[in-house]
């Protein structure tokens, strides 16, 4: 149980689109989803926390209109890479947490290269 | 009062060896500690996970020894394999409380050779 599917596993975007990356709980209703970003070698860094039906909270220093987080559904989040750079290449990971589920599930990540 | 100290950055293990990584809070409201094993291109996988009202938790060759009062927890892999090769990161979280979210570890980075 508690499964998180993301996708896609890897995406290429020329500089100046926008990505969006999914991620679906798919066994359980995900009250509470996280985005993350892993720099190589490095530890997972905390973006935003998103509630079912609410705005997300974005941590000091990330740039919400650059990375917009849609969390519509209890089992789907989007985070969209708006205009994106070479400095937004890097590992997305996104994770979530349910009702009656104290862990926390993560999903496969996204590596987007933006050349 | 939100860190959590990981050591040691890298690890090498000979097969059938055993694997002792250590991590350090401060924050006392943490009451939940999972590991996680992340392979190279993919998203973390929970491992074991422990509550602070046990001082030790053992999952077949994985074992989390669990101490409060000094506020240290540690995963211990017993007999390691080359497939064990991994990055492993602890992580502690307030899991009651509203708005909470995992604190990880720096990560250590294991490898054992054959």
């Known amino acids: 149980g508690a499964v998180v599917s993301q996708h896609p596993s890897w995406v290429i975007c020329k500089s100046g689109t926008s990505v969006k990356i999914e991620c679906r709980s798919l066994?359980?209703?995900?009250?509470?989803m996280f985005w993350y970003r892993q720099f190589p070698k490095q530890s997972l860094m905390l973006m935003a926390t998103s509630n079912e039906g609410s705005k997300a909270t974005y941590e000091q220093g990330v740039e919400k209109d650059k990375f917009l987080i849609n969390h519509a559904s209890l089992t789907l989040s989007t985070l969209t890479v708006t205009s994106a750079h070479p400095e937004d290449s890097s590992f997305y990971i996104c994770s979530a947490r349910g009702q009656g589920y104290y862990g926390y599930t993560f999903g496969s990540g996204t590596r987007l290269t933006v050349v | 009062q939100q860190q959590v100290k990981q050591s040691p950055q890298s690890l090498i293990v000979q097969k059938g060896g055993i694997s002792i990584i250590n991590c350090a809070y401060e924050?006392?409201?943490?009451?939940?500690f999972p590991w996680y094993q992340q392979f190279p291109g993919k998203g973390p996988a929970l491992l074991i996970a422990?509550?602070?009202?046990?001082s030790e938790k053992k999952e077949g060759r994985f074992t989390i020894s669990f101490n409060k009062s000094a506020k240290q927890f540690s995963l211990h892999i017993m007999d390691s394999q080359p497939g064990d090769s991994a990055t492993y990161f602890c992580a502690a979280s307030t899991l009651e409380t509203s708005g909470s979210r995992l604190t990880f570890g720096e990560g250590t980075q294991l490898t054992v050779n054959p």
């Open positions: 422990i509550r602070p009202d046990v």
């Open positions: 924050n006392t409201a943490f009451d939940y």
């Open positions: 066994d359980f209703q995900a009250t509470t």
